[in-house]
């Protein structure tokens, strides 16, 4: 899975819309659709954003492993 399949399938298994997501981390609602349409790429600190606001490691939306974060996993 790409980093924004991984990003989108997180988003909507906690059933945030992109707007709630962009409240959530700080990160402009754009960006996000951008990211999940695989036409961007965030920077380290908008990563570490994102994953916080998610819930997740930032390994993981990266590909780096399957775990979600300590003890959950796909």
């Not at 990003?7 to 409240?23: D, G, P, Y």
């Amino acid at each position: 899975m790409t980093f924004a399949e991984r990003l989108k399938t997180r988003r909507m298994a906690l059933q945030l819309s992109q707007s709630e997501l962009s409240r959530a981390s700080g990160v402009g609602q754009s960006q996000i659709s951008q990211y999940e349409a695989g036409e961007r790429v965030p920077t380290a600190d908008t990563l570490v954003a994102l994953a916080r606001a998610l819930s997740i490691s930032a390994d993981w939306l990266l590909g780096l492993n399957d775990v979600w974060s300590e003890g959950l996993s796909e």
